[in-house]
């Protein structure tokens, strides 16, 4: 049913541009800052929008906030916000797993460590795949460098 009316807002839109819709947020300054670039992203037409609607379309599954959602092909991890301080830093304040035959929910602590070791398992595939891959071909280029309209 969601394709059906997605099929019709984007008729709507085309052969009523008058008719679109206009929403209003009342936020103090501080979280303005950060909420108008959201906005703005998931409010674009076009492929990029719908990636952006795609990539938050987690969010409002859950009570709190996730900080990371690790999907496998039949398992999931999520590591819960919002973060938690003491004196050894900031910490999620929990967790979930969900695979085939367990349900588990994670202390802070679990969660924590998990989450470093998802990462860790993640960078050394990355490594892996790359070594297997370029052969020493390497071609150095700065971290996160901007590629011009492809990262718009």
Not at 7 to 22: H, V, W
Not at 96 to 118: C, H, K
Not at 137 to 144: A, C, N
Request: charged share 25%; net charge positive.
């Amino acid at each position: 049913m969601p394709l059906f009316q997605t099929i019709a807002a984007r008729l709507r839109a085309r052969f009523f541009p008058e008719d679109a819709a206009t929403f209003t947020v009342r936020s103090t300054p501080r979280i303005a800052h950060f909420v108008k670039p959201i906005i703005e992203m998931l409010t674009r037409e076009g492929r990029t929008g719908d990636t952006y609607r795609c990539a938050v379309a987690l969010w409002h599954r859950w009570d709190v906030p996730p900080l990371n959602v690790y999907l496998g092909t039949a398992s999931l991890c999520r590591i819960d916000g919002p973060s938690i301080t003491d004196e050894r830093g900031y910490r999620p304040a929990g967790g979930l797993v969900e695979t085939p035959g367990l349900t588990a929910r994670l202390s802070s602590e679990e969660a924590q460590d998990l989450d470093i070791r998802i990462k860790a398992g993640i960078e050394a595939s990355i490594r892996q795949w790359a070594d297997e891959t370029m052969c020493g071909r390497w071609k150095i280029t700065p971290q996160h460098q901007y590629r011009g309209a492809a990262d718009a």
